[in-house]
């Protein structure tokens, strides 16, 4: 059974900096594309950062790009995303995922947490 459980959600000023951390169980996260998406209150969820199993590569969508930061940690089986100059469009709740997969669609991933919300006061 692979759980994915985020955490370092909360409450922030536009411009401020946080850190989501995704702890994953089980032997699924050394081979995995690991992913963040969001989802706004009465939108779809979307593509945030990818990186890949061993941590080489990283992807970001065009409105987070230069802000956020993905990494992960092989070794503690732990994704992160680094968040600096939030802004109050950053407000969502973010997913970890992992999949054996490269893309940036929410569709058909092989593992999912539950979210962590990440609001941003203007």
């Known amino acids: 059974q692979v759980q994915l459980v985020e955490s370092g959600g909360g409450l922030v000023q536009a411009g401020d900096s946080l850190r989501l951390s995704c702890a994953v169980s089980g032997r699924a996260f050394s081979s995995s594309v690991m992913y963040w998406f969001r989802q706004a209150p009465g939108k779809e969820r979307e593509f945030v950062a990818r990186?890949?199993?061993?941590?080489?590569?990283?992807y970001y969508a065009d409105s987070v790009k230069g802000r956020f930061t993905i990494s992960r940690d092989n070794a503690k089986n732990t994704v992160y995303l680094q968040m600096n100059s939030l802004k109050p469009e950053d407000t969502a709740v973010y997913y970890c995922?992992?999949?054996?997969?490269?893309?940036?669609?929410?569709?058909?991933?092989?593992?999912w947490g539950k979210g962590t919300l990440v609001t941003v006061s203007s």
């Open positions: 995922a992992a999949d054996r997969r490269t893309t940036t669609s929410a569709d058909g991933m092989d593992y």
């Open positions: 990186i890949s199993s061993p941590g080489l590569s990283t």
